[in-house]
C-alpha cells in the first residue's frame, strides 16, 4: 500500500511526500523485492527533487533580480 501511495505522490509531483513513503517501504519491508522497487524509486524521485528545487531557487532569484 505504502509503495501505491508513493507512486501516487511521484505522479503529482509531492516528492518529499514521495520519498516519505519510500523510507517507510524501507523501514518496514527491508529484505523483499517491494523495498528493492522502493530503493530504485527513491533514487529517482531524490533527483527530480533536486531538479525541482534547484528550478524553484532559479525562479526566485529571477524575481528578485530579474534583469
Known amino acids: 500500500?505504502?509503495?501505491v501511495v508513493a507512486k501516487w505522490y511521484i505522479r503529482v509531483k509531492q516528492y518529499?511526500?514521495?520519498l516519505a513513503?519510500?523510507?517507510g517501504v524501507?523501514?518496514?519491508y527491508p529484505d523483499t523485492?517491494?523495498?528493492q522497487e522502493a530503493?530504485?524509486?527513491k533514487a529517482r524521485v531524490s533527483q527530480?527533487?533536486?531538479a525541482q528545487e534547484k528550478g524553484q531557487r532559479r525562479?526566485?532569484?529571477r524575481r528578485i533580480l530579474p534583469f
Do not use: D, G, M, W
Request: glycine share 0%; no cysteine; aromatic share 0%.
Open 39 to 41: 530503493k530504485t524509486l
Open 21 to 23: 513513503r519510500l523510507e
Open 33 to 35: 523485492p517491494t523495498a
Open 59 to 61: 525562479s526566485l532569484i
Open 16 to 18: 518529499k511526500q514521495a
Open 1 to 3: 500500500h505504502e509503495l
Open 48 to 50: 527530480r527533487l533536486e
Open 26 to 28: 524501507l523501514t518496514q
